[in-house]
């Protein structure tokens, strides 16, 4: 069975940082993408960064702020935050994407207070 373990959530201070892990496990064939995603109460779940093959892609409202980055032998992608704004506030989604299937972790929270 496919897990994938998030962990880095928290609450900050705007203009503070974070940093998100998601490590999957399990995952019997070869991982294309990983990727990030958020969803605030209300609102429709978003992508904010995704990375496949060291190609990055990034929400226009995280562009700059956010860093994306993969660790293939450790099968773990990272979300480096930057400057957070109280709007950064929601669940964070890891997600991996294979020829065959998607996986979603469970959503960390992330709350940036003003």
């Known amino acids: 069975q496919v897990q994938l373990v998030e962990s880095g ?5 705007a203009g503070g940082s974070l940093r998100l892990s998601c490590a999957a496990s399990g995952v019997r064939y070869i991982i294309k993408t990983m990727a990030w995603y958020r969803q605030a109460p209300g609102k429709q779940r978003e992508l904010v960064a995704s ?7 990034y929400a226009d ?13 450790k ?10 704004k109280p709007e950064d506030t929601a ?11 998607d996986h979603w972790g469970q959503g960390t929270q992330v709350t940036v207070s003003s």
Do not use: K, P, W
């Open 9 to 13: 959530g928290g609450l900050v201070q």
């Open 51 to 57: 990375i496949t093959s060291g190609i990055t892609n």
């Open 61 to 73: 409202a995280v562009e700059g702020r956010f860093t994306i980055s993969r660790d293939n032998a």
């Open 75 to 84: 099968n773990t992608v990272y979300l480096q935050m930057n400057s957070l």
């Open 91 to 101: 669940v964070y989604y890891c997600n991996v994407h294979t020829y065959f299937s």
